[in-house]
Structures are given as C-alpha cells and as structure tokens.
C-alpha cells in the first residue's frame, strides 16, 4: 500500500543522518551571519527567539535520560541468564564490562592530548558559577553508589549511579527469578520483564521520535553558538572531531586488531577485516547497534563464533559492550570540561570513569543513545546544562556535532563483540577454525 502523503513528508522521508548535517551546516552559516551582522541588543532580541529551540532539544533529552537508563539496564541485566553465564558466558560479560574502562581510557588520553575546547563567550556563562560545587571524596562518591533510599536518588537531583546501582540489583535479581525452577515464579519474574521490555521499547521510540527534532534542534543550538562565538568555534570543534576519531581509530587498531585479535586470540589481521567489514560499514551509516544486530550475527558466523554462543553473546553486546561510545564519553566531558573551566580533579577522572562504563553499558543501541548518556556522566562531576549556563553551551555544541560522533561509536561498538567473543573462543578453544581456513 502506498503511504499517504503529507505536509511534513518532505521532512520525515529524508535520511535522518543527512537532515542533521544539513542542520548542523545551516545553523553555523546563520549563527555567522548573524553574528557579524548585528550586534548587542539586537542580535540578543533574534537570539532569544531561537535559543529555546535548542534548550527544548536538551530538555528533551534531560527529559527521558532516566526512564532510558532504568529500562535498558533492567532489560540488559535480566537478560543475561544465569544458567547461560557459565564460564564462557562469564568470561565473555567480564570483558566486556572491563573493556570498556580501556575504552574510556584512551578517550581521555587523547582528550588530553589533543585539548579540545571552544571558549565559550561571555553572554553564555552567567550561570557558570552555579557549577562550581563541593568537592566529594572519592569514599563519599563510592559509598553514594548505594542509595539510601532509591524514591529520593529519583526525585531528587538524581543520584544517577545510585539509580543504576539498584536497575542492576533488581535486573539481575530478576534473570536469577526468570530461571527458577518454581513455575509461579517463573511465570510472575517473565511478566515483570515483558513490563520492562515493553517500557523499554517505548523509551527507545520516544528517542526516536525526539531524533526527528534533531535537526531543528541542531540548527538552534549550533547557531546560537556561532552567533556569540564566531567563526573561532569551527577550529575548537574540529579539534573535538580530530581527538575523538584519533583515539577511535588507535582503539580500533592497537587494542583491537593487534592485541586482541593478533596478539591474543592468534588470528589474522586481514582476514579479520574481511569478515566484520559488512557490520562495520552498516553501523556506520545506520548508527544503531541493534538495526545492526542481523548483520553482525552474520559476521560473527563468519568469524567462526558458534550459534549457540552468538546468540546470547552478540544481542548481549549490542547491548552492553559499547566501547565506541566509552572512547567518547571520555573524549566529550574533557571537551565540556575545558569550554567552561571547569578543572577535572583526580576524583573527577575516577568517576568519570566508573559512569563513562556504566554508561556505555546502559546506553541503548540506537542513534543518538550516547549523548544522553553523556548528560549522566557530566552530572556526576557536577556540570548540569540548565539553560543559559557555560555548561549548556558547551553540551550545545558536542551535541551538534553528535551525529559525525555516533557514526563513530557505532561502529566500534560493533565490532567489537565479534572482536571480544572470537577472541575468547579462541583462547577457550571452541572457535570454528575452519572458517579460517585451519
Ligand atoms: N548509536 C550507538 C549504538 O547504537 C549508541 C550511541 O549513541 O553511543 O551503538
């Protein structure tokens, strides 16, 4: 049946991807115009009319971060069933999880590398000084992992790690009830994880559908900020870009192809390629891990990896083991940090660490599911983007440049699933070698 046309046809029917850059494209090209054609009060007066477009964008963003993370969680950790885990199942969760502490790792590293920054005007940074907040100690950050009472770590300025640190209690307590041998059990465990899976699905739509504002979004954001900012933003942001798939391409290299694949598991480099390249290429340009799934499973099968175990280990990865967007949260809060001052402490880097995990492991496999989880990891050190302060406008502009980003992350999320469990099976001895020609 031919779908009906509409007024807005011409909008949803474009690619997604290409709407956000022509977004991104528009608005520095406005925000220039504008910004050297007006001044003072009359470039404020045009400004206040688009910059609400933009702080919608991140309100809705703000907006469905913490039904995203309790959703995705419960169904993530409910999914792994125990009875699977075994050692293999083990093993292979465990490096996932633990890969991504590297992950978050090199983002940092060539974060601080490569510095980058955008000077954020001064228009923009009368709520700056709302941000500088208590230092906490490391034991008190640790022992806030555990919510007092999980009602107030809701309601009240999020707890973000005491929200995840329950999700995780209560979603592994309910893959433990899923297996049990009762049937009543069983049966009420199964009813409260269709709930969760249904709930995740509609946050996930909800992300889709606030995906399709993107590009306006995008637009507002990055025009405002080339407004006040000028064309100087350009080189700052181009830094951002350079130092995430800098970091992005090591990863994928050193850690990945040389010392997991070659080093560790023994296989061969090239032929390694070979065989992941169709679910590289397509997370690159459908951005999503789990639109993805069909052909990495595909390639894993290539790789040799055995069905029984691709497929539990390969929607788990899809699911958890995002490294590419680890890289980035590192990458992007050193980003954020340094546009507006802010001076990241020794306990900062560890809690950066420990939330930039948790978040790659709680991010949903779909466009977009990073940035959001970027919010997590920046209100952890203290930096909330509420409108008109340094710290938005620096979130404004990772997050107009987030699509170039995903593309990224995404495909390094990818493959490594197939990178991780082919080189376990190897070592473990269960990988089909003859699809290697051995
Ligand atoms: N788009 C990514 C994925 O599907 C998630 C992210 O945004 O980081 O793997």
């Known amino acids: 049946m031919e779908k009906k046309k509409h007024f807005l046809s011409w909008y949803f029917d474009a690619n997604l991807l290409v709407r956000i850059l022509i977004g991104l494209v528009l608005g520095a090209i406005v925000g220039l115009m504008l910004g050297s054609n007006l001044a003072g009060a009359e470039l404020g ?55 991504s502490f590297i992950a978050v790792a ?29 230092v906490q100690s490391l034991s008190v950050t640790l022992l806030n992992i555990v919510p007092q009472n999980i ?22 307590s309910l893959s433990v009830l899923r297996a049990s041998s009762n049937e009543r059990t069983r049966n009420s465990a199964e009813a409260v994880f269709n709930v969760f899976d249904g709930i995740a699905e509609v946050m996930i739509k909800m992300v889709s559908a ?5 590009p306006i979004g995008v637009f507002a954001l990055i025009c405002v900020v080339f407004a006040t900012s000028g064309p100087a933003v350009i080189g700052g ?30 296989l061969p480099v090239f032929p390694f390629i070979y065989k992941v390249k169709e ?24 790789a040799g990896i055995p069905k029984d175990i691709r497929s539990f280990a390969i929607p788990l990865g899809a699911t958890i083991n995002m490294d590419g967007t680890a890289i980035y949260q590192g990458t992007a809060i050193v980003f954020v940090a340094l546009s507006i001052g802010h001076v990241l402490t020794g306990a900062d880097l560890a809690t950066i660490m ?25 209100a952890q050190i203290g930096l909330t983007p509420e409108a008109g302060t340094a710290t938005a406008a620096a979130y404004a502009m990772i997050l107009g440049i987030d699509a170039l980003m995903d593309i990224g992350r995404t495909s390094a999320n990818v493959i490594g699933d197939i990178v991780y469990v082919s080189m376990i099976g190897r070592r473990q001895g269960w990988l089909e070698m003859d699809k290697w020609g051995k």
């Open 210 to 214: 606030i995906m399709q504002y993107a």
């Open 354 to 378: 420990i939330m930039a995990t948790l978040a790659a492991i709680g991010a949903a496999g779909v466009p977009g599911a990073g940035v959001i989880m970027l919010l997590m990891v920046m």
């Open 45 to 99: 007066k045009v400004l206040n009319v688009i910059r609400p477009f933009g702080d919608l964008f991140i309100r809705l963003l703000w907006m469905i971060m913490v039904p995203v993370i309790f959703s995705t969680l419960v169904v993530g950790a409910a999914s792994i069933s125990p009875s699977k885990l075994g050692k293999t199942g083990g093993t292979i969760f465990l490096v996932y999880v633990f890969s």
């Open 237 to 266: 942001l181009a830094v951002a870009l350079a130092a995430y798939f800098s970091a992005w391409a090591a990863y994928i290299i050193i850690w990945y192809l040389l010392i997991c694949t070659k080093l560790i598991a023994g």
């Open 106 to 134: 090199f983002g940092l590293a060539f974060a601080f590398l490569f510095q980058p920054h955008v000077a954020i005007a001064a228009s923009a940074v009368e709520g700056a000084a709302s941000q500088t907040r208590a």
């Open 151 to 172: 009602v107030n770590a809701v309601l009240h300025s999020p707890n973000l790690l005491g929200i995840i640190f329950f999700t995780l209690c209560f979603g592994t």
């Open 279 to 302: 679910a590289f290429f397509t997370a690159f340009v459908t951005r999503s891990s789990a639109a993805t799934l069909p052909i990495t499973l595909e390639c894993a099968e290539k």
